[in-house]
């Protein structure tokens, strides 16, 4: 195993982990207020809006994952009747325009975190304990490490087994 599928793999594991305790976060924020309106008639402000940051989170966090696994969308009507050599080329291509697309979303949301956190913006309802750019930081982070994951798919780290389509 090469040094860079080593990383791959290694890197592989923090975003599983970090999609996990995220995933679990949010399941327990939700059930907590469920209860607490349930079975108490009571309800928290926080616990709405941190759910709603931390689903979002999530999202980014498992495209990073459907990166990682090539499972992200794409057509597959006429990608299907090429030649494998082809078909090859094609993916490349089109990892390098998701590149380029990752790469400037990754630059835009670090001037928009940064626009946020110049201008102070905090929670107007919630009163969470920390300013809008912490959660905000997810996107420049986000598209970052799906950058990353293109530029490893372009040197040809790919998953062992390529994830089966739809139809299959």
């Not at 090469?2 to 949010?26: H, P, W, Y």
């Not at 090539?70 to 089109?94: C, M, N, Q, T, Y």
């Not at 380029?100 to 670090?110: D, K, M, P, Q, R």
Request: hydrophobic share 55%; proline share 5%.
């Amino acid at each position: 195993m090469t040094a860079l599928r080593r990383f791959s793999a290694i890197l592989g594991k923090i975003e599983d982990g970090i999609a996990a305790i995220v995933l679990a976060a949010v399941l327990f924020i939700v059930s907590y207020e469920i209860v607490l309106r349930s079975v108490f008639s009571l309800s928290n402000l926080w616990t709405d809006e941190l759910s709603r940051v931390l689903l979002i989170v999530m999202t980014y966090v498992s495209a990073i994952g459907l990166t990682r696994d090539g499972a992200h969308v794409r057509i597959e009507l006429f990608i299907d009747w090429l030649p494998a050599p082809a078909r090859a080329v094609l993916e490349k291509v089109s990892d390098l325009f998701c590149l380029v697309f990752s790469l400037t979303a990754t630059w835009l949301g670090y001037l928009y975190v940064k626009e946020s956190a110049l201008f102070g913006f905090a929670f107007a309802h919630s009163n969470l304990p920390f300013p809008v750019w912490v959660p905000q930081l997810v996107i420049p982070v986000g598209f970052a490490a799906i950058s990353l994951r293109l530029i490893l798919r372009l040197a040809g780290i790919r998953p062992e087994k390529p994830v089966a389509s739809v139809e299959a």
